[in-house]
């Protein structure tokens, strides 16, 4: 056995112990059915890694949108709580945040680049309240894809008129829209404190614990 083949054999296996750890801490913490969910969302990233990046969308925007929407108040007891993918799927519901973050998270996890991806905030119009979406580049000049909660359909930026952005953001960067289709670079992602807090604590998978769980 040569080395590299040695070294990849150690990685899958240390991967995949983390992901046993990830679902019994879930199961512990949320119940069986919470540890349901991250047995098959650990199922869906390894399974869809052959995948087109559109298929990737397709089977994480499906995914997620299976779950229950509610409002951070009722759920958390909080006005604003940016969940973490494993306190959302502990849950088996939350708000517009949580379902784009928990996309996000998974795409990255299905090996597509930060740069073709972004959480943008927008007003609904139908519904005249803020909301957030995943937003696909195929690439940097194109019109994006939007991965959404309140519509299923993956579609162009462009159809939906139903949307008004306002600013976006991924690991890295931040972007505030001055005109419709214009935006500008306002700095680094860490500007925003609910993502750096969601994602410190994504790095040590602390969860907290709702109301109820669906």
């Known amino acids: 056995m040569t080395f590299w083949l040695l070294c990849c054999l150690l990685a899958v296996n ?10 019994e801490k879930i199961t512990q913490f949320y119940g069986e059915r919470a540890g349901k ?18 298929q990737k969308l397709n089977a994480t925007n499906t995914f997620f949108n299976q779950f229950v929407f509610i409002s951070d108040q009722k759920l ?9 993918p494993y306190e959302f799927i502990g849950a088996g519901a939350g708000d517009c945040e949580d379902f784009s973050t928990a996309k996000y998270k998974t795409l990255l996890k299905l090996g597509i680049d930060d740069n073709k991806l972004r959480l943008v905030y927008v007003k609904a119009l139908e519904l005249n309240q803020f909301h957030m979406v995943v937003a696909y580049y195929p690439k940097p000049s194109a019109i994006p894809l939007i991965l ?21 953001f991924n690991g890295n960067k931040l972007w505030l829209v001055k005109q419709k289709g214009q935006e500008q670079i306002a700095g680094k992602a860490s500007r925003l404190s609910l993502w750096n807090d969601l994602r410190n604590r994504s790095k040590n998978i602390k969860l907290n614990r709702p109301r109820y769980t669906f």
């Open 14 to 23: 240390v991967l995949a112990a983390s992901n046993t750890q990830q679902i």
């Open 37 to 54: 969910r991250a047995t098959a969302w650990h199922a869906l990233i390894r399974n869809s890694q052959h995948l087109t990046e559109r």
């Open 148 to 168: 959404d909660n309140l519509n299923g359909n993956i579609l162009p930026a462009n159809q939906r008129n139903d949307l008004l952005p306002i600013y976006s």
């Open 76 to 84: 958390w007891g909080k006005e604003d709580y940016w969940a973490t």
